[in-house]
């Protein structure tokens, strides 16, 4: 897949990367611009089981992903041409330890075009669905991976959207099931 999008991508202009969660707040690389971007046809969603990052295979957590349908508000990182291909390399690693995510190039109009961004397929097998409330609650309560835990990611989340002037509402809904 990181062949296809750089091929896609062509090396022949600067790369647009659409982020909506943790790419917000702890990009991970290089870039020479970040503006406040919206998206359509797609929204975010804590709906990604994490058996690595937020949790384990034992007890998994969750993570963002762009599903299908409405818009999302989030950033767009332009990465100079020639620190590209370097930098989707590094993303490649963050993003797709497990090839979970479908890398997609969607409508950006600050892009001047286009951006990568990385979507989630609701018959994937790392599609959690609907979660009850009780559900939720244990997963931030015992839910941790190498990178730390589900709430902290999810807290994080919602602050970085926050800098960004993004209020998600669902995120913040979220957060109500999280204990004191």
């Given at each position: 897949?990181l062949?296809d999008?750089?091929?896609?991508?062509g090396g022949?202009?600067?790369?647009?990367?659409?982020?909506y969660?943790?790419?917000?707040?702890n990009p991970?690389f290089?870039?020479?611009r970040?503006?406040a971007?919206?998206?359509?046809?797609?929204?975010?969603?804590?709906?990604?089981?994490s058996?690595?990052?937020?949790?384990?295979?034992?007890?998994p957590?969750?993570?963002?992903?762009?599903?299908s349908?409405?818009c999302?508000?989030g950033v767009?990182?332009?990465?100079p041409r020639?620190?590209?291909?370097?930098?989707?390399e590094?993303?490649?690693?963050?993003?797709?330890?497990?090839?979970?995510?479908?890398p997609?190039?969607?409508?950006?109009?600050?892009?001047?075009?286009?951006?990568l961004?990385?979507?989630?397929?609701?018959?994937s097998p790392?599609y959690?669905?609907?979660?009850?409330?009780?559900?939720?609650?244990?997963i931030?309560?015992r839910?941790?991976?190498?990178y730390?835990?589900?709430?902290?990611?999810?807290?994080?989340?919602?602050?970085?959207?926050?800098?960004e002037g993004?209020?998600?509402r669902k995120l913040?809904?979220l957060?109500?099931?999280?204990?004191?």
């Amino acid at each position: 897949m990181l062949e296809d999008a750089l091929r896609i991508w062509g090396g022949e202009r600067d790369l647009w990367v659409f982020g909506y969660a943790s790419l917000i707040w702890n990009p991970e690389f290089d870039f020479d611009r970040r503006i406040a971007a919206r998206i359509h046809g797609w929204h975010r969603s804590l709906r990604m089981w994490s058996h690595i990052y937020r949790g384990t295979r034992e007890q998994p957590g969750l993570v963002c992903a762009l599903l299908s349908g409405g818009c999302c508000d989030g950033v767009a990182f332009r990465i100079p041409r020639r620190q590209a291909g370097e930098a989707l390399e590094r993303l490649w690693r963050r993003e797709m330890p497990s090839g979970v995510y479908d890398p997609r190039w969607v409508r950006c109009p600050v892009a001047g075009g286009e951006a990568l961004t990385f979507t989630l397929d609701r018959n994937s097998p790392s599609y959690a669905g609907d979660l009850t409330p009780t559900q939720l609650r244990t997963i931030f309560e015992r839910s941790r991976g190498l990178y730390g835990t589900t709430l902290d990611y999810v807290r994080q989340t919602h602050l970085g959207l926050l800098r960004e002037g993004i209020h998600d509402r669902k995120l913040e809904a979220l957060l109500a099931h999280a204990p004191a």
